[in-house]
C-alpha cells in the first residue's frame, strides 16, 4: 500500500486557507473518489508526491510537457531569462521570435497576441470574431473544454465534467442564451443550429480533437465541412488549440487535417511548462484588437518574458528533430496497444480513443464519438482502475473524462512498465 501520510496532513492545512485544499478543481482527485496527491518534485516522464512515491506521470500538466518535467535545454533558457528580468511591462524582442515561431507553422496565422493563460485566448478570440461579424452568438460542441470564461461555460469538458457541473452557476442568463452547445461530429445538427440562428451567430469554437471528454476525434471530413459551412454562413471559425497545437503535429491539428480556421487558441505546449496562452490568425481580424482596433484586450503578464524563452525553446527543440512526432506517436501506439491486448485478453469492455500522444479510457464496448457516449461509460470501473494504478506507480488523470499525455521523456522501459501494471489491474478487476 502507498504511503500518503504526508498529502494528508497538507491536505489538512491545505482545506483551511486554500478552497478546496486546491487551485484548480480537478487536482482535488474528486472525480476518482480518491484522496488528493501533493506534487513534491518532477523529472522527466516522473512525478513524486509528498511522501516520496514516485509516479509514471501521463498528467503532464494536462498536456503541456510534451518534452517531459523539468527538461534541461527548457528550464535552462527559463533561467537564464530571469536573470535579466521576470517581467518588464515593457514589450521585448522575444516576443516577436516565438510569434515567428508560431507564424512558421501555422499558415493560418498571420499575427499573434500573447496572453497568460488558454482561458483568456479562447475569451479573447470570441470577443473578436462578435466585434468583427456584429453577431451576438457562439456555437461550441457538447463537452470542449475552452477555459473558464462566461460564455463558454456551457456544458464544458474538464474539470465541469468530472465535477458533475458542466455548466456551473454564477453565468447570467444572458451569457448562456448566446451560446448555443450542440453535440460534436454532427454537420447536419451544425448546420440546422445555423440556420435556426440566421445571421446571428458569430462563431463556431472548437476543439479539433476533444482532449477534456477523454479524447474524441473528429470523424472523416467534419472538420472540413464544418469550416465550409461555417464560410458559407460568414461565421469565424475559431480553432480551439490550447492542447492539440504543437501536440498532434508541429502544425497542429489544421496541418494534420489541412484546414484553415479564421483564428486559433494557443497555450499549454507554447509556454514550455510556463504560464501562457496565444490567440492568432486572419490579419484583418487580429488588427481589431487594442491598440490598432477598438477590442481591448491586456494583461500584466502577456507575453511574459519568462514563458515566451521557454516556450522558444521548446518550440525550437520540436521543429530540430524531424522523427519528434513519429516516435512519440509509436510509444503511444506501443501502449494503447498493450492496454486493448491486456483489455481483450480479460475480458474487460474497453474503448481506447488515441491520436499522436493522447490517449484515453473508457470503460464501455461501444464506441466514443461524443459527450454524450463518453456518460456511458463505466465511471465506478475508472475510478479502481485509477486507483489501482497509484499503487502501481503509475498516474493517470484523476478524472474519467481527461486526456493522457505521452511525452518525449517517457521511456521505452516506462511504457513496458506502465503495460506490466495494467496487465496486472486487468487480472485484479476480471474477478471483481
Ligand atoms: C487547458 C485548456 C484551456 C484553458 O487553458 P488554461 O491555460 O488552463 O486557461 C482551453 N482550451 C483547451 C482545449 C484546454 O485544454
Known sequence: MLTLEKSHKLFDKAARSLVGGVNS??????????????????????VWDADGNKYIDYIMSWGGLILGHAHK??????????????????ATDQEIGLAGLVKEHYPSVDKVRFVASGTEACMTAVRLARAFTRRPKIIKFDGCYHGHFDSLLVKSGSGNLTLGIPSGEGILPAYARDTVSIPFNDIELFKKTLEENKEKVACVIVEPVLCNTG???????????????ARQNKVIVIFDEVVTGFRLSLKGAQGLWGVVPDLTCFGKIIGGGFPVGAVGGRQDIMDLLAPVGPVYQAGTFSGNPVSIAAGIKAL?????????????????????????????????????????????????????????DTLGADKARYVRFFALLCQEGVLFPPSAFEACFVSQAHSDSAIEKTGAAVQKIFRIIRRT
Request: no cysteine; glycine share 8%.
Open 25 to 46: 478543481p480537478v487536482r482535488s482527485f474528486k472525480g476518482v473518489g480518491a484522496d488528493m496527491l501533493f506534487a513534491q518534485k518532477a523529472r522527466g516522464a516522473y
Open 73 to 90: 535545454p527548457v528550464a535552462g533558457a527559463a533561467i537564464e531569462a530571469i536573470k535579466n528580468g521576470s517581467s518588464f511591462g515593457l
Open 215 to 229: 479524447v474524441i476525434l473528429p470523424k472523416e471530413g467534419f472538420l472540413k465541412a464544418l469550416v465550409d459551412v
Open 316 to 372: 525550437e527543440i520540436l521543429a530540430s528533430d524531424k522523427a519528434f512526432y513519429k516516435d512519440l506517436e509509436k510509444k503511444t501506439a506501443r501502449l494503447v496497444a498493450i492496454i486493448r491486448k491486456e483489455a481483450l485478453a480479460n475480458g474487460i469492455a474497453l474503448t481506447v480513443n488515441t491520436i499522436g500522444s493522447v490517449f484515453s479510457v473508457f470503460f464501455t464496448d461501444r464506441e466514443v464519438m461524443s459527450y454524450a
